[in-house]
């Protein structure tokens, strides 16, 4: 039996590679004689770098930049010739405020705008940016200023990083930037798809989960406003109902009103590079999985993709995860989805997912009919 074993990562517990490599020792426990092939994946959130870099070669570079409230960090992005991979979340992401307060008004992606600087001065004419794990809700606007456009407020000043200056934005010069972007593609990689503004939008869904009170909701949707008023003065492009520009606390649409981004669907983007299909088509079943598996799994994340591939090939699936959501066995089995493995809460997460698909996995086969 050949088993095709491409989780993404666990989010806070096991990255890709990690949680690829327990499965994988599992599979082996329970099936000494499976031939198994890891290939993590991930959709432009966490993971992204370690996923791409297989396929991309080249090397991983550390960059000292400014953290999203200040400070500096150190984010690792990836050189592979003239292409640079850059996951925001290194510089910016929700993951460097573990322990401290949540700031939503004043997190910034200034540190993403410096990589991606670092990236166009080592000689890379290909930026991909990474859009997924955001600490921040500026709109990308942070980025933009860090690469060197002017974003300034009634008196002709720089406004302060984070949404809270958004709402006294009044001007945008192209300043270094628009120089420093020529001959520079970029490509921004989302999991979502929703627009920067309305009901969907950055502000009103992702805002709450960086630690905005309703008040602040409020706020920051009438600050994304202006600032996408402001974007239409400056280049005539209206960010507000851009698919995919909320991705990242709106960075996903600050790509695309400054440096001319397409934003591709990341998940897609990240299996074709790797092959994903063409590896699937050689496997007799596919085990797949997240930290937390839900119907959210199926808009844009990269197992929602995985399982799509496989039901188009007509490849079974098992999931492994921390937990499921989606228990009912006919809810399952219409999303193309064999079996569950869950591990729990556990302070040993590779542990666990290795015990768990060792003794979850042949029950889950005794149910499968395989054409071998």
């Known amino acids: 039996m050949r088993i095709l074993i491409a989780p993404n990562a666990f989010k806070g517990t096991l990255t890709a590679a990690r949680a690829a490599r327990a499965a994988a020792r599992g599979v082996k426990t329970a099936l000494p ?15 992204l770098l370690d996923a791409l870099r297989p396929a991309l070669g080249g090397t991983v570079i550390r960059s000292r930049v400014e953290g999203p409230c200040g400070g500096l960090v150190t984010a690792r992005w990836l050189l592979a010739g003239r292409t640079a991979v850059i996951e925001m979340a290194e510089a910016s992401g929700l993951k460097l405020l573990r322990g401290a307060r949540l700031r939503p008004l004043d997190a910034s992606t200034r540190g993403v705008g410096q990589l991606m600087a670092a990236a166009a001065a080592r000689g890379a004419r290909e930026i991909i940016v990474g859009l997924g794990g955001s600490a921040s809700n500026d709109g990308g606007a942070g980025c933009a200023a860090a690469f060197g456009f002017l974003l300034n407020d009634g008196r002709g000043a720089a406004i302060v990083p984070g949404a809270r200056g958004l709402a006294g934005l009044r001007e945008i010069l192209p300043g270094a930037g628009l120089a420093r972007l020529r001959g520079l593609k970029v490509e921004g990689l989302a999991d979502v798809k929703n627009a920067l503004l309305g009901r969907l939008g950055s502000a009103q869904v992702f805002g709450p989960q960086k630690g905005a009170s309703p008040k602040e909701v409020r706020f920051l949707e009438a600050a994304l406003g202006n600032y996408a008023a402001a974007v239409v003065k400056f280049s005539g492009r209206d960010i507000s109902r851009l698919e995919g520009g909320a991705a990242a606390g709106g960075l996903g649409a600050g790509l695309a009103a400054f440096f001319g981004a397409e934003l591709a669907d990341g998940s897609a983007f990240v299996l074709e590079r790797l092959g994903f299909e063409r590896e699937l088509a050689r496997a007799d079943l596919l085990i797949t999985g997240e930290g937390c598996f839900d119907r959210q799994s199926f808009y844009g994340k990269a197992p929602g993709a995985a399982i799509a591939a496989a039901v188009r090939l007509g490849k079974p ?44 996995l042949p029950r889950i086969l005794s149910s499968i009919e395989f054409s071998l």
């Not at 198994?36 to 959130?45: E, H, K, N, Y």
């Not at 569950?340 to 040993?348: K, Q």
């Open 33 to 47: 004689k499976a031939r198994v092939t890891a290939l993590p994946i991930a959709d432009g959130g966490d993971g």
């Open 317 to 360: 699936v098992v999931i492994v995860c921390g937990r499921s959501l989606i228990r009912g066995r006919r809810e399952l089995a219409r999303l193309g989805v064999a079996g569950i493995i869950e591990t729990g809460e556990t302070p040993h997460p590779a542990a666990a997912v290795r015990l768990a698909v060792a003794r979850g």
